[in-house]
């Protein structure tokens, strides 16, 4: 069926310190979603990448859009406590039902002070 | 003004009792959405509503039922609540389910416990 995969489930990183979650999909996305859930809280939409091989700079925060729209990337540099929360990657799948997404497990993210 | 509200925050209940969700939102959206997150946070689709029609209806025991009075309203009856029932149950709209780069807006939420 179609998945969507998302890699690693855990991270723990030391405040400064880069991370970098990747997702992959088994078909082609029409586009790539990326939302962030803090503790307790619920998901939040970050940012939309539709074109092959797009990257978006949002800040520290840096998505990318693989050419055969398959995969994608979110890598934040020096990370801060502030990025405390999981992030999921989120897309329909060409022939999926209108307004299906299909979530990736997201990556939890811990940054220790 | 909250966009996407959903009522109880919280709900703790007894197996077997029946209990309703209720969400509404003030964005002008077209599709709602039911989505169930399990404590490895997880974010499994159960429904979505366009204009009061459903559209998703993933493999989900009849035990749930969801109902749309209007496009700004998309509420969940459980019947006999069961302990794997228990998890977080977050409303979400987008504007038009006609096109596939519509981005969803989620609720804050409900937090459901089965004892």
């Known amino acids: 069926g179609q998945q969507v995969m998302q890699i690693p489930q855990y991270q723990h990183v030391q405040e400064g310190e880069d991370f970098t979650t990747y997702c992959n999909s088994s078909t082609t996305l029409s586009n790539i979603q990326w939302y962030k859930q803090r503790p307790g809280g619920h998901p939040v939409f970050l940012i939309q990448?539709?074109?092959?091989?797009e990257v978006k700079k949002q800040k520290r925060l840096t998505f990318q859009f693989g050419e055969a729209k398959k995969n994608s990337s979110l890598h934040i540099t020096a990370t801060q406590t502030t990025d405390v929360g999981t992030y999921f990657c989120?897309?329909?799948?060409?022939?999926?039902?209108?307004?299906?997404?299909?979530f990736g497990r997201g990556t939890q993210l811990t940054v220790w002070p | 003004d909250t966009a996407v509200s959903q009522t109880p925050k919280y709900l703790v209940t007894q197996m077997g009792n029946d209990k309703s969700i209720k969400c509404e939102q003030n964005l002008g959206h077209d599709t709602m959405y039911w989505y169930k997150q399990d404590s490895k946070k997880f974010l499994k689709i159960m429904f979505s509503?366009?204009?009061?029609?459903?559209?998703i209806n993933e493999t989900v025991p009849n035990r749930f039922s969801p109902k749309s009075p209007d496009k700004a309203h998309l509420n969940l009856h459980i019947n006999s609540l069961e302990l794997g029932d228990s998890a977080v149950y977050f409303c979400?709209?987008?504007?038009?389910?006609?096109?596939?780069?519509?981005?969803?807006?989620f609720g804050p939420g409900t937090r459901l416990l089965v004892l």
């Open positions: 989120a897309g329909p799948t060409r022939g999926s039902t209108l307004g299906r997404l299909y």
């Open positions: 509503y366009n204009n009061k029609e459903l559209i």
């Open positions: 979400a709209s987008s504007q038009d389910e006609t096109s596939d780069q519509e981005t969803q807006y």
């Open positions: 990448l539709v074109k092959s091989g």
